[in-house]
């Protein structure tokens, strides 16, 4: 508090000062926290090595990162707010490979956009390994349009990631949602090449290239008269599109702004 004070002549200046700090935390040194954190050499391992370790240690390490970072950075506000979006593109690490890859999720996605633009952190998180193994995106395929494509991911981006239960969605929206992001899988850790796990990938025999219908606009369908790289192009990009039409729509601001606000103020 006492530091606070003195970044300005009035306790308003003094705290407007802080935030214009805490709103700028890459110019705010933390090398004390950075040092303390240093004792947790498993958050900074590279995805494939991540996989040499017991989960339990994994686990142990990032809460304890967190409550390390909590109490000695001067990044407060950033702290804050990876633990905002954390709860927020929720992931339990005990399920399936996720034991290892939360913690590349935590550091590529959460860290890396939690005070950055909201499009940016939700297609990260989309695409993260971590994400697609807890809300089965990696076995959302359609190799044969009698199959079902898989919703979960789906509907927790259009309940919880975005525009929210009352966000004027349909069970039909879900559907097309899931359709829209077929063919994205990751290597899991039993699957060769192993120097490969984790690895996030677009299979186009997996992907439903027909027509799809998002909150009332029109995604076109992949024509059957183009190269392979065109067609995977194309496919890939309706991932792009999805998290375009769910980021701009109206609805998607309430919940978002609701949760800030219930955070930072009541």
Wanted: glycine share 6%; aromatic share 8%.
């Amino acid at each position: 508090h006492a530091r606070v004070c003195k970044l300005g002549a009035t306790p308003e200046q003094a705290a407007t000062a802080y935030l214009e700090q805490q709103l700028n935390p890459e110019k705010l040194d933390d090398d004390e926290a950075e040092y303390a954190v240093r004792r947790f050499e498993t958050l900074a391992l590279p995805l494939g090595e991540l996989f040499e370790y017991q989960e339990d240690l994994l686990q142990n390490e990032l809460m304890r990162g967190a409550l390390t970072r909590a109490v000695w950075s001067e990044r407060q506000l950033y702290e804050v707010m990876v633990q905002f979006w954390s709860d927020h593109f929720n992931i339990d690490p005990s399920k399936g490979d996720c034991k290892w890859l939360k913690v590349v999720d935590d550091r590529e996605v959460i860290r890396r956009h939690a005070l950055g633009q909201f499009p940016d952190l939700l297609r990260a998180s989309a695409l993260s390994p971590a994400m697609l193994w807890y809300l089965d995106g990696r076995v959302n395929h359609r190799g044969n349009l009698a199959a079902k494509p898989n919703e979960n991911y789906a509907r927790e981006l259009l309940e919880l990631h975005t525009l929210g239960l009352h966000g004027g969605y349909t069970q039909k929206d879900v559907m097309e949602v899931a359709r829209c992001l077929t063919g994205w899988t990751v290597r899991a850790k039993d699957q060769p090449p192993y120097f490969q796990i984790g690895k996030v990938e677009f299979k186009l025999s997996q992907h439903d290239c027909g027509s799809k219908e998002v909150l009332g606009q029109m995604i076109p369908g992949v024509p059957t008269d183009l190269s392979h790289g065109q067609r995977e192009h194309l496919g890939q990009q309706e991932l792009d599109r999805v998290l375009e039409i769910v980021t701009s729509h109206p609805a998607t601001a309430r919940p978002l702004s609701t949760k800030l606000c219930q955070r930072f103020i009541a």
